[in-house]
Structures are given as C-alpha cells and as structure tokens.
C-alpha cells in the first residue's frame, strides 16, 4: 500500500480518532480513481458501482481485511461490526457424512438449535471431526486410518504437542479427530433457524442424502440408516431416518419437529490451517 493509499484507506476507516479504533469503512468518489482502483486491483479493497446504490451519483470502496491491517498505526484496532472475527469451530460427522462431503454431495448440515454451531456467522471456518484410527507409531508421528475411507492410503501425521501420552496401535483418537489431522474445512455462508420439517427435498439433498443405489464407495458406519432407493423414495424420507438415528434417543426425533439451526457452507478439502483465514 502506498503512502498515498494509506492515507486514503485511514480516512475510509474514520483514523486517526482519540480512541484509536475505526468506526466506518466506506470511501464515496468517482469509480475510476486511480488510487482506489489500484487497491481494488490488489485485493485491499472492493467497489460497488454507483448506478448500484440508494442515492446514486459516485461509487462506493471500501476495505477489505487485509486492506484494513494495512493501514493501521500500532496500537490501533478495528470495529469488529465492520470487520468481525473469524472463528474455527470443529465440527463432528458420522462416517457416511464424511464420505458425501468428500463426493460433493454434502454443503449444509442442521443441528439442534441449542448447538454450539448455532454461534456461528458467514465467513466462520468449520473443521470436520470424523472417526480416526492410530495405525503405527514412530518417533514424533503417528500413522493415521480415516473410518469413512475404504481401503484408503493410511497417512503420517506429526505427533500432536498436547497429546501427552504415546498412543497405542489401534487406539481410536478422542471423539473425532484432532485438528492437524483434519482434512476437510468449510466456510460458512448462511444460517437460518427453522423447523426440522420445513427441510426441502433440495435441501436434503444438500445434506448428502439421495435416491438410487450406492455404488461405487462402502460406507464405514451406515448401520443405523438404510441405504438405496427401494427403502426411500425420497431424500427428505432418508434425512429423517438419519435425524431420527442420531437425536430420537434424546427426545428429539424427526414427529418432535424441534427448531434447528441450518447452515449452509462452502466445502474445502484441505485441513483448516491450509486455508486462508
């Protein structure tokens, strides 16, 4: 950024101020300002045209994240309205909802609404938990078998700091998996609370539910929901046996009709700290 940006971008954000914090993020000028445009270029900042807004007349810039770092002073800090905190938030899948997520099947998932996921706003990262076997161990590492994988590579991983005990061969790791050993990472891009019963047939199908036979792939854990088409002739019937097979022992079952928490994400395929924040 230069000097010239900079000083541009601090006057978007509303610095300098006595409480060395921004309060805005928005810049009103013609729409081929150099300066503005050229940030627009580098990815610190974004434009809506003017043709586009309430009052018409100029464009709009305002601030990306990184754009915003940029232009700050030490000890300055940004609005978190403007600019909210992304946080990480694990996430646990059966087998079978592993192996959709990793077929493309799989962009939404619903949980009570008195989940933790029910926390969660756009842009927060979600890093799924799924069963994970300790294979071998060697010095600093530990040899890992995914349970919704079949017959798959087994992979190595670093030996995580915290875990202060030498695993056993064999020995599943927590209830779920640690972070380094993720590997599938979403981004969350909508939320809405809703009746469970208000699922659409496209949604169920966004939840990795379907209607046909599975070929091709043996899920790991699938004993508590009956696979194909004979036993469903919907998505939305298979999702409610789902829901029933993991909540009806809680109370919670698909007749209950409980509010939940739908969310809607991008899937990514890498672990959680291979994806830009």
Sequence with gaps: ???????LARHAL???NRSRRTYRNRFVTNADHPEWSAMVVSGSARMRSGDTLPFGGDSMFWLTLDGAKAALDKGEKLCPEDFPVVVDRPLLFSGQMIRASLDDLKTMTR???????AKAKMGDRLWFRERTMCIAVRDGEIKVRYEADNHEPDIWFPLPDRLKFRPETGQR???GCYRETSRITAIVQNKTFEKL????EEDARAEGC???KV??????????MRLGGDEWSCARDWYADLWDSLNAKR???????PTVVAVRYQVIKLNIDMVAA
Excluded: Y
């Design 1 to 7: 950024m230069t000097p010239e940006q900079k000083k």
């Design 14 to 16: 509303g610095l300098p």
């Design 111 to 117: 949980r009570l609404e008195n989940s933790p996921l």
């Design 173 to 175: 790791l927590s209830m």
């Design 197 to 200: 019963q208000q699922i659409t």
């Design 210 to 212: 379907f209607v046909g």
């Design 215 to 224: 070929t091709g792939r043996v899920f790991a854990s699938c004993t508590s």
């Design 251 to 257: 109370g919670h079952g698909w007749d209950t009709n």
